[in-house]
């Protein structure tokens, strides 16, 4: 993934037309990418605060905060979702790659665009039944146990979380798979 932003930094003249849009796709999916961690970012920020304040309220004042835990399992859900497009552009997950390392590039190359095509479908698959989910959760009005907070706008949040995914994924194949076809 680390292609994302060496092709970033590349102007669009300097390449030709299937470059071009991979250059503007680089760019698209790691701003959109950019833009969702920081309110995975905002969301760590709000958990600590929310942590220390119910933490405070309990030892000083003998009162925590009404639905903390609830409310941290829901920003939870926000840091993790929010986070994942931009994560797997820094190479932040794990990625087991013994074997893989000792193929030739094109091999590499066609297991890449494989894995990448995988998970493509799985988040769009991820995507599709999170927005089911939360539709139905929606209907018929499910909401959290001590504070009535509503499940479904968490629910469409992971929905909306694999759309960057899914662009830089994209990317990543279309990468892998000219890699492949080069001589």
């Known amino acids: 993934m680390s292609q994302i932003t060496s092709d970033i930094d590349v102007s669009e003249e300097q390449v030709s ?14 701003s959109i ?9 905002a969301g760590v920020v709000a958990m600590l605060a929310l942590t220390i304040a119910d ?9 925590p905060v009404p639905g903390a835990i609830e409310i941290v399992g829901f920003l939870g859900i926000v840091v993790t979702a929010f986070a ?9 997950h794990i990625r087991v790659e013994f074997f893989v390392t000792q193929l030739p590039l094109r091999w ?26 939360g539709h139905i959760l929606q209907t018929t009005g499910e909401v959290s146990m001590t504070q009535r907070i509503p499940f479904y706008p968490f ?9 960057p995914i899914c662009l830089v994924l ?14």
């Open 17 to 30: 037309y299937p470059s071009v849009i991979i250059v503007r796709l680089g760019k698209l999916a790691t």
């Open 33 to 41: 990418s950019r833009w969702v961690s920081w309110i995975a970012g």
């Open 55 to 63: 933490i405070i309220g309990i030892k000083l004042f003998k009162s």
């Open 84 to 92: 994942i497009a931009y994560t797997y552009i820094l190479r932040g």
């Open 108 to 133: 590499r190359a066609g297991i890449n665009a494989l894995v990448s095509l995988v998970g493509i479908v799985l988040f769009v698959l991820l995507a599709w039944q999170s927005y089911l989910y």
């Open 155 to 163: 629910v469409y949040a992971i929905a909306f979380s694999c759309i």
């Open 170 to 183: 994209l990317l990543e194949f279309i990468q892998s798979a000219l890699r492949v076809v080069q001589k």
